[in-house]
C-alpha cells in the first residue's frame, strides 16, 4: 500500500496468514518511481529471509532482474499486455512497440524482452503484417530478443515462453521441441496463464486434445476472463460433436471480453451451425464493428449466414471485401484459409475453396487442424485438398 507522509511516499506491506489472520511479517520503505528495481528487489529479499530462505548472489541479481527499474517502464510493461490479449493486428504491433519503448528505459527488465520476443511469432502466427519488419525479419528479432533475455536471466519463465513460440513458427508442421520447452516455461512459473495457453494450443493442433483441455482449464483457473482461451476450448467441444458446449463457451468468452471481435466470429460461425441465423449475423457484423484492421474473420461469418438467410446480395458483397482483406493473396495464412474458405463451402463455391487451400501457406499443423472440421467433409475430398493437409499433418511421418 503507498502511503503519503510528511517526509514523502512509502510503501507498506505485509505477509498475512489468511486462514488466521495473523501478521507474519511488514516492512515499510520509501518509495522512488525511478528505484522500482532495488525496492522490488530489497522486498523480495526481506520476505524469503523471513521464511528462512538464504538468497545467494546470483539468485540476487536474478531476482533483480524480474523487476523494472521504472514506474514508467512498468506502465508500458502493463499495458502492452493488455493490448496483447486483444489479439488484434493494431494491438499486437503497439504491444511490440510499448515492449520496446520499455526496453529502451531499462535494458535490464527481461519481462519486458521476453513479452517483445513473444509478439513477433503472435504477428507470424495468425498471418499478420508488422508496420515496417518481414516475418523473416520479426522471427530473427524474436530470437535475438528471447536469447538475450535468457542471457541475463537462464529462469526467465517469460523468456522460455517466447522460446517455444519462436520454435513453433521455425517448425510449423511438427513444432519440434516446443512442447518440451512450454513445460519448461510451466515448471518454472506455474502461474502464469499465457505459457499455460500457449503449451495448449500446441497440444491441440498436434492432436492431443485432452491434455490440451487440461492446459487450458489451467489458463483458466489462473485468468478467469481470459476470452481467447475459451475459444479453443470451444473449438475442440465442436470438434467432438458437443456443438451446445462448444456455444456456450463461446457466449462466456463474449461476456468475458466482450471487446474481442475474433471470438464474435467465431461465435457466429457456430450459431450458423445450429440454425441461429440471426444471432449469428448480429455477431458477424459486431465482429466487423469492433475491429478495422483485421475484419476478415467477421467478414467470412457475414458472408456464410448472409447465404444461409437468402441475401445473396450482402452474402457476395461480404465475401468479395473478404477476399480483398487477405494480406497475401497468393498466400492466405491457415486462419484466413479456414474462415474465407467456410463462407465458400457455405455457399457451394467447392473449387473456389479447394484453390484457398492448396495456395494456404504455411502448411502447418493449424492448417490441418482448421480442415478436420465436419463442415470441411466435402471439400477434404476434393482434388488435391487431401494431398495439401496430409503434408500438414504433424502426425504424419
Known amino acids: 500500500m503507498l502511503r503519503t507522509g510528511r517526509d514523502g511516499i512509502h ?7 489468511e486462514p488466521s489472520g495473523r501478521v507474519l511479517w511488514t516492512d515499510s520503505r520509501p518509495f522512488y518511481p525511478d528505484a522500482l528495481r532495488e525496492l522490488s528487489g530489497d522486498l523480495a529479499e526481506a520476505l524469503l529471509r523471513t521464511l528462512g530462505v538464504t538468497v545467494s548472489a546470483a539468485e540476487r541479481s536474478a531476482l533483480a532482474a524480474g523487476f ?20 488484434t493486428p493494431a494491438a499486437v504491433s503497439l504491444a511490440a512497440e510499448h515492449y520496446r519503448r520499455a526496453t529502451s528505459r531499462d535494458s535490464m527488465y527481461v519481462a519486458a524482452l521476453a513479452r517483445q520476443a513473444y509478439a513477433h511469432p503472435l504477428l507470424i502466427d495468425w498471418g499478420w503484417r508488422h508496420p515496417v519488419l518481414t516475418h523473416q525479419e520479426l522471427l530473427r528479432e524474436g530470437v535475438t530478443f528471447a536469447d538475450r533475455a535468457l542471457r541475463l536471466d537462464s529462469t526467465s519463465a517469460e523468456a522460455w515462453l517466447a522460446r517455444p513460440y ?23 512459473d506455474p502461474h502464469n496463464a499465457e505459457a499455460f ?15 490440451a483441455m487440461a492446459a487450458y482449464r489451467r489458463s483458466m483457473e489462473l485468468e478467469p476472463d481470459r476470452a481467447m482461451t475459451l475459444v479453443p476450448m470451444a473449438a475442440i467441444l465442436r470438434e467432438s460433436g458437443r456443438v451446445a458446449e462448444a456455444l456456450r463457451m463461446l457466449v462466456s468468452a463474449v461476456s468475458a471480453a466482450p471487446e474481442v471481435a475474433y471470438a464474435r466470429a467465431v461465435r457466429s460461425m457456430v450459431r450458423s451451425a445450429v440454425r441461429d ?28 449466414v ?23 493473396q497468393q498466400a492466405p495464412s491457415p486462419t484466413e484459409a479456414s474462415f474465407f474458405a467456410s463462407a465458400l463451402v457455405a455457399m457451394g463455391r ?9 495456395r494456404a501457406r504455411p502448411r502447418s499443423a493449424w492448417l490441418w487442424f482448421y480442415f478436420q472440421r465436419a463442415e470441411f467433409e466435402q471439400l477434404r475430398k476434393h482434388p488435391g485438398v487431401g494431398a495439401v493437409l496430409a503434408e500438414a499433418n504433424p502426425r504424419a511421418p
Open 306 to 328: 448472409s447465404w444461409l438467410l437468402i441475401d445473396t446480395v450482402r452474402a457476395n458483397e461480404s465475401l468479395e471485401k473478404a477476399r480483398a482483406a487477405i494480406v497475401d
Open 277 to 304: 441465423f440471426h444471432g449469428a449475423r448480429d455477431d458477424a457484423q459486431a465482429s466487423i464493428r469492433l475491429d478495422s484492421t483485421y475484419q476478415l474473420p467477421g467478414l467470412s461469418a457475414l458472408a456464410r
Open 166 to 188: 519462436l520454435m513453433v513458427q521455425q517448425h510449423p508442421r511438427m513444432m519440434t521441441g516446443a512442447v518440451d520447452a512450454f513445460k519448461q516455461a510451466i515448471t518454472l
Open 11 to 17: 510503501l507498506d506491506v505485509a505477509l498475512r496468514h
Open 68 to 87: 523494472p527499474s521504472s514506474a514508467d517502464a512498468f506502465r508500458d510493461f502493463l499495458y502492452a499486455n493488455r493490448l496483447l490479449n486483444l489479439r
Open 197 to 211: 495457453h500457449q503449451y495448449g494450443q500446441t497440444l491441440m493442433v498436434l492432436g492431443r486434445s485432452q491434455e
Open 350 to 358: 467447392l473449387d473456389e475453396a479447394a484453390e484457398v487451400v492448396r
